[in-house]
């Protein structure tokens, strides 16, 4: 049975969870965007549009610098072309406003969100799992999170699932691995890690991307990015849980996003 203090810390948190509106802390993009001081990017997908909002008063005139990536009209709405970065521009006649806008694919990894359980996922010790609630820690979004339930060993014992995937096309782009995360210390120290290799035709890796999550009990994005070697022709993303101390190795995983810019 895991310790008293840390059941109590979680009840805590996940009642502050639910009564907040019952929101979920991980949320996804709005269609508007309010240009500003604390908001000067944003990422989207190939394909979607979103508006700008922006301040500035009186007459106001929109520009991209690469019309090839995104466009923008003259209301501000911004649609992604292609794979890139852009930078939009909002003017009147004395003022000026910039934002960068980088379009990126659609995310790449398959059931990233845990709700088809481990489907697409490759799980060789047979001790993932994934759960709406457990030991009161609730999902970062949309029900469902991964975890290495029960998963314990000798300190620094290792697990973890992964997924394959083809990267065909995007060689020379940059890759950003991107997942929610909990990771539990209470004195255990217990280590959680997202990372992507990228192989050759011969197996070999040729490059990776590699994030080690901190130790927090709430949720935290993490993220990791590299190019893509001109050589690789296989992804596989891998979320790792590091086992050192208590009842189980505490890893909780959600919202595990690949995509390409």
């Known amino acids: 049975m895991k310790k008293i203090s840390r059941m109590l810390s979680l009840m805590i948190t996940a009642f502050i969870v639910i009564t907040a509106a019952s929101a979920p802390l991980y949320a996804a993009d709005t269609t508007e965007v309010q240009l500003g001081a604390t908001t000067t990017s944003?990422?989207?997908?190939?394909?979607t549009s979103r508006t700008l909002k922006t301040s500035l008063t009186g007459k106001v005139t929109w520009t991209s610098s690469k019309t090839s990536v995104a466009t923008v009209s003259a209301s501000?709405?911004?649609?992604?072309k292609n794979l890139g970065t852009t930078v939009i521009t909002a003017k009147n006649s004395s003022k000026s406003q910039q934002f960068k806008v980088t379009v990126?694919?659609?995310?790449?990894?398959?059931?990233g969100d845990a709700s088809q359980g481990l489907k697409y996922w490759v799980d060789k010790q047979g001790v993932w799992e994934t759960r709406t609630e457990y030991d009161n820690t609730?999902?970062?979004y949309d029900s469902?999170?991964?975890?290495?339930r029960g998963f314990k060993g000798k300190d620094g014992a290792k697990t973890r699932i992964y997924q394959d995937l083809s990267i065909k096309g995007y060689q020379g782009r940059k890759a950003t691995l991107s997942a929610y995360n909990r990771t539990w210390t209470d004195g255990h120290k217990d280590v959680s890690i997202i990372r992507v290799d990228f192989y050759d035709t011969s197996g070999t890796i040729v490059g990776s991307a590699v994030k080690t999550a901190p130790h927090n009990a709430a949720?935290?994005?993490?993220?990791?990015?590299?190019k893509i070697p001109a050589n690789a022709v296989k992804a596989r993303v891998s979320l790792y849980s590091i086992y050192h101390q208590g009842s189980e190795s505490d890893s909780y995983f959600d919202q595990i996003t690949l995509v390409v810019s």
């Open 42 to 47: 944003v990422s989207m997908e190939k394909g």
């Open 76 to 80: 501000g709405k911004v649609t992604a």
């Open 104 to 111: 990126t694919s659609k995310n790449l990894i398959k059931n």
């Open 138 to 140: 609730v999902f970062a």
């Open 144 to 148: 469902y999170f991964f975890m290495p």
């Open 219 to 226: 949720w935290t994005k993490i993220s990791a990015s590299n």
